[in-house]
């Protein structure tokens, strides 16, 4: 019996062959587990396209198909089986060809490739062949990075702005969204390929290639755009850098700026120009004036004119703004074409224009100042009206006068304003006697001011007696100023001040209350006179004032009287009629002051309810010397017998004035023969 000492040479013992078993199953479990904790699906094929291995996540994906996952099926038959099924929806309608394909690309994988599935999920597809023939096949969910990509795209496509992509190595444009090419004028296949710099104008590509290939993630700037056609369009151009399949591109945004910038130019033109003759505006004037004093040498000379158009308030009154705007255009044409390329003609007010000149002499603006003084004579022909203006001018020089352009302004209009106020139609440079008046009026505005506040201002009276007894018929309230330096301030002085200064209806209310109040306690036969401004009629409120100073005072109303001249009477508009006879209604007496001076037009007379008129005290002064003056009295008299009227005259100092007039009829008379104004405590009432 032979003994039995194992295998022979070149068998397998059954203890080794457990043992590679072993091994083996403990690698494919291990290989199973790490395959099954990766987030790809994995699948592992044979030569003859047969499962061999899968992981966890491949099951999940294909999860309607997991039924048919065992060793050695075919994924030939898995895959028609799925189509049965509908599994894949993109193979719908050509399922055999969509087989084939599949097989192939797996027989000869050459690249990636996507794979829609019926849950609506998108799976990427890489296989790779094996030595052995087999292949290895990796799958990748992308579902939701394909729906950030078509989020991405939908945005992209439908976006109202302006976009593209660009890649900046090549310097081409990749996309370009339906705005994009509306924007430029291109066809969308014209835009894909399109040179970037094509879209920029020459001088702004330089910066514009270094913005769009920059690392900044994100930059913005203003841009000057070209379309197709060679119009430029103004954007505004966002930048983001990112990364699209797997290359680094730049995302740009267009926002189309180009009507915004022109209204904004418009806006900024307007702000700095006057609509209607297109001339720089009073705050452009004032800032061109200040940086060109800024800027000038000593050597320069900067001359400011200022021209005030004559009349033109007339014109526009009469025939309305149509006409005073086609009329004011019209002007600054003549004008413009008066001075020269490098002055600058402003519109600085209604009627008011300015001429900055540089390195023109004070004679040279003054000559020019004058030509438009002689062209703004001359007729103008507006829609078929010939019209009549013309200007004042006044003018101040730098560095002569002031280098400040405030000063230098306020120098030329108070060398206007010496122009009016000396004739119209002329032309003054600055001096500065100008500046001191305009100071010492300063300073007398503020005392005016300090003397209402302060009750510093006195009502005195002076007399009107009856020619014939003597007696004193009436005393007319005089408003008096004794100023604690200057003395006496004169009313034809601080009267017009008050007026400017809108102090003049406060003024007036206080000489009523007053005079009403003092007159209370003369005698009964005495009036008490009152001048009132054309101010207080233009306010309005002259009526109530009367009213309420007769009744706190308890005076009668036939014992006032307001006297008024020519100038309320020439106010537009029924107004003042009508508060004069409502005055007049109440008993109140109503003067007309200084006949014969003005218009002294009859229909006057004829027109309102006077009961006096008082002649000026300009024909008693020439009496004696001018017939012509004997002979306006006399009339004047006669005239006033006839309607009824009271006649006075005013300005009588000898008695051979008073016993002219007493004799020609004149029923009361006023002047220093009588008696000079004073307080009502100095005045006496019996001849």
Known sequence: MQEDYGPSEGETSPETLDAALAAASRAEKRLREAIDVLPQGIVFLDDEGRYILWNRKYEEIYSRSADLLEPGARLADTLRVGLERGDYPEAEGREEEWLEDRLRRMQEPASRHEQRLSNGRCILIEERRTDDGGSIGLRVDITDLKQKEESFRLLFDRNPLALFIHDPQTGRILSANASACRLFGYAAHEMEGLSARRLFAPDAWPAAAAMQAGDTPACSAHWRMLRRDGDLVEAHVSTQNSVLEGRQVTIASIFDITERRRIERRMEHMARHDDLTGLANRSHCRKMLREMLEDVSPADTVTLVLIDLDHFKTVNDTYGHHLGDALLTDAARRMRELIPPAAQLCRIGGDEFAIIFRKSSLTQAELIGKAIIATLSEPFHVHGNTLHIGATVGMAAAPFDSSDHETLMRYADLALYAAKAERRGTCRAFEPAMDEAAQAKSRLENDLRKAVRDGELEVHYQPLLNLESGAVECCEALLRWNHPERGQVSPEIFVPIAEELGLIDKLGRFVLQVACREAAGWPEAVRVSVNVSPVQFRNGNLLAAVINALSSSGLSADRLELEITE?????????????????????????????????????????????????????????????????????????????????????????????????????????????????????????
């Open 567 to 687: 100038a309320v009477l020439m106010e537009r508009g029924p107004r003042p009629a009508a508060i004069i006879r409502n005055l007049r209604s109440f008993g109140i007496g109503i003067s007309l002051d200084d006949f014969g001076t003005g218009y002294s037009s009859l229909s006057y007379l004829l027109n309102y309810p006077f009961t006096k008129i008082k002649i000026d005290k300009s024909f008693i002064l020439n009496l004696h010397e001018e017939a012509s003056s004997r002979a306006v009295i006399r009339a004047v008299i006669g005239l006033g017998r006839s309607l009824g009227l009271i006649v006075a005259a005013e300005g009588i100092e000898s008695e051979v004035e008073r016993e002219y007039l007493r004799s020609e009829g004149c029923t009361q008379g006023q002047g220093f023969l009588f008696g000079r104004p004073q307080p009502a405590s100095m005045l006496q009432f019996t001849p």
